[in-house]
T-cell receptor, first 113, second 113 residues
């Protein structure tokens, strides 16, 4: 079975632009979470979605938004990009909102210049 | 607040055992995890332990949990060069409807041939 997939793999944007990152969870998983990993640090929680509803939000500005589709895939949007948004963005899926096994995708490397 | 701490670096020789340590602060955490991250890749779930357990063994991996001291360790037996990676400890925070992982800063394991 395919694991969590993310696209694109790499992305280069300039300050002020907007970006959309995509994630497809493991088949049968209904919960998707997004994490930001800045170089040299551990991942930081951004959002959790379950059954198309936001179930949790980390300490990130309103420039960050996300949504989940009926097929449980998800998009993360970041507006008005800053240099500090450069990071690896990781998507994780779990069976349900309280699923204790979270599996991560390969991530999208975003570089903001 | 939540805080997960790990030592930054560990160097071992191939064939030796590696022990990676972690301390966490949230005594209500029900699950604690170890993830592995190879260069340029996402996170691989290695193992996890439920908080009512003291030890869990999975092939070459042994997890020890000391709830009194809020200390978690991962022992890798017969360490191989392919084990070289960054290892993240994480605690699960599950409250309301949010299910998120709090990660440490990671321990870089270097295995010398």
């Amino acid at each position: 079975d395919a694991g969590v997939t993310q696209s694109p793999t790499h992305l280069i944007k300039t300050r002020g632009q907007q970006v959309t990152l995509r994630c497809s969870p493991i088949s049968g998983h209904k919960s998707v979470s997004w994490y930001q990993q800045v170089l040299g640090q551990g991942p930081q929680f951004i959002f959790q979605y379950y059954e198309k509803e936001e179930r949790g939000r980390g300490n990130f500005p309103d420039r960050f938004s996300a949504r989940q589709f009926p097929n449980y895939s998800s998009e993360l949007n970041v507006n008005a990009l800053l240099l500090g948004d450069s990071a690896l963005y990781l998507c994780a899926s779990s069976l349900w909102t309280g699923g204790y096994e979270q599996y991560f995708g390969p991530g999208t490397r975003l570089t903001v210049t | 607040g939540e805080d997960v701490e790990q030592s930054l670096f560990l160097s071992v020789r191939e064939g030796d055992s590696s022990v990676i340590n972690c301390t966490y602060t949230d005594s209500s955490s029900t699950y604690l995890y170890w993830y592995k991250q190879e260069p340029g890749a996402g996170l691989q779930l290695l193992t996890y332990i439920f908080s009512n357990m003291d030890m869990k063994q999975d092939q070459r991996l042994t997890v020890l949990l000391n709830k009194k001291d809020k200390h978690l360790s991962l022992r890798i037996a017969d360490t191989q060069t392919g084990d070289s990676a960054i290892y993240f400890c994480a605690e699960r925070e599950y409250g309301g409807a949010t299910n998120k992982l709090i990660f440490g800063t990671g321990t870089l394991l270097a295995v010398q041939p």
